[in-house]
């Protein structure tokens, strides 16, 4: 019992955002983390559509540059993190999806095309075909995850002319990222946020159990040279510390890692996103 409150604890400390702001949305009542992401979508001109893998069902948003063609000399297909998969310490939620909706805003300030890929289960699905609570939390990062994210991507790009990929992922986001990208032919760059990309060195510093059935991207073998990587950590991020990112980095070829002062896990990403973005396409 005690080991088993150990892990409810300390997953929800590393993706738990505030709850109260899913009140916030002007909707009748108290919206669910979904509307309320849904909601925010909308006034951000970010439009939704869904696409299914033989597995899972998946919801991309596009920003308003990807709406307007279909010839994208370059893609930017963001990863959000892991939501919140637990409720006051104890639950699993039932609506993982992420009650700020910081990936969004992100996605908004950047010119470039660019989708949010959403995880299966989240933002509305949640009681999809294949659905289950694993998925959010001990198979968060589980290779049959992974590979539905890279099919339906493969499937959304059927009838787009797309020459290259840039996959950018906030927290958990950025692991899933990190799995995809040798998966992806036509990826360039990996650029990742705050993201956890060793979770037995990050289970380890928290003293939390394993997430067994996940993926560990720093177990995996390292990604290929012709990938470019960033890897941005915060110096005040108590959630993933610097520490692990920078590790993580240092194993990879053709990688960067870049610690900035002042933020933390989610702020202050927004205020300096265009610049941020710029110097990783841009070394």
């Known amino acids: ?140 990062y589980a290779l049959p995850l992974v590979n539905s994210l890279v099919e339906v991507l493969h ?17 958990g986001g950025g692991a899933l990222a990190t799995l995809m990208a040798s998966k992806i032919p036509a990826v360039k760059t990996l650029i990742t946020l705050s993201a956890n990309l060793d979770t037995a060195a990050w289970t380890k510093h928290h003293g939390y159990s394993q997430l067994s059935e996940s993926l560990n991207p720093a177990q995996q073998p390292r990604l290929p040279a012709t990938i470019s990587q960033v890897h941005f950590a915060a110096e005040k991020d108590t959630n993933v510390p610097a520490a692990i990112v920078r590790s993580y980095a240092n194993q990879q070829p053709s990688a960067r890692f870049r610690s900035i002062k002042n933020y933390d896990h989610t702020c202050c990403w927004t205020d300096q996103w265009p610049e941020l973005l710029s110097e990783a396409l841009n070394p």
């Not at 948003?61 to 963001?78: F, R, W």
């Not at 009838?159 to 927290?171: A, E, N, Q, T």
Request: hydrophobic share 35%; net charge neutral; proline share 5%.
């Open 155 to 171: 499937n959304w790009l059927q009838d787009k002319r797309v020459h290259r990929l840039v996959l950018i992922g906030f927290s």
């Open 1 to 140: 019992m005690i080991k088993q409150r150990l892990v409810l604890v300390g997953l929800h400390s590393l993706f738990s955002t505030t709850l109260t702001i899913a009140c916030a949305a002007q909707l009748s009542g108290c919206a669910t983390p979904s509307e309320y992401f849904a909601e925010s979508a909308k006034e951000l001109g970010i439009r939704d559509e869904l696409q299914s893998s033989k597995v899972f069902i998946h919801r991309i948003y596009q920003n308003k540059t990807a709406q307007q063609t279909n010839d994208y000399p370059e893609l930017h297909v963001y990863l959000d993190g892991d939501g919140t998969p637990w409720e006051n310490n104890w639950l699993i939620a039932s609506d993982p999806t992420a009650r700020n909706p910081l990936i969004l805003n992100l996605m908004a300030l950047d010119n470039t095309p660019s989708i949010l890929l959403g995880r299966p289960c989240y933002y509305g699905l949640n009681q999809s075909q294949n659905c289950s609570p694993h998925l959010w939390t001990s198979h968060r």
